[in-house]
């Protein structure tokens, strides 16, 4: 199939089933859109360029209510990013110019077990949140093609995909 740029993994290595590594490569202005990593820690580490990460951790998974945490801006000579399985590692990642990033995933990422989802912002969220400046926010899961197709309002250069099944020849 044909996947956007960011989707496409240029290297992956799979250490003792305990975590793995990705590599990924986007176009300034391109934008991983809304996603999460479940149960996963990630650390995330620019290679070259930088990025806009977005978090936001989850009020109430259940009902999809989350709340931003704000944004960080990295480089690559900064130090690592990590976010946490707990309270949750949802964010999207924006490439303010050419950029690669390294993500490791711990525990190792199932697609079966774990899988990522991805979101979109269907409005304010319920929760009383009078004493935290960040709005609560109601998210809804969308399709991979809704999230590759309209992720920033940009759309994206296609580009053939490694699946998994390649990725270890």
Known sequence: ?????????????????????????????????????????????????????????????????????GEVVIGDADDALVLRKSPGTLHTVTAIEATAFLDLFAPYYDDVVRPCRYYAIAGSGSGDNADNELEDIQLRVISWEEARSCAGGRKFSDITELRREDRGR
């Open 1 to 69: 199939g044909r996947v956007p740029a960011w989707a496409a993994i240029a290297m992956t290595g799979f250490i003792f089933g305990l975590f793995h590594a990705s590599v990924f490569g986007l176009r300034a202005g391109e934008t991983i859109p809304l996603h999460d990593h479940p149960e996963l820690d990630v650390i995330t580490k620019v290679l070259r360029g930088r990025i806009r990460v977005q978090t936001y951790e989850w009020i109430d998974a259940t009902s999809l209510i989350a709340r931003g945490c």
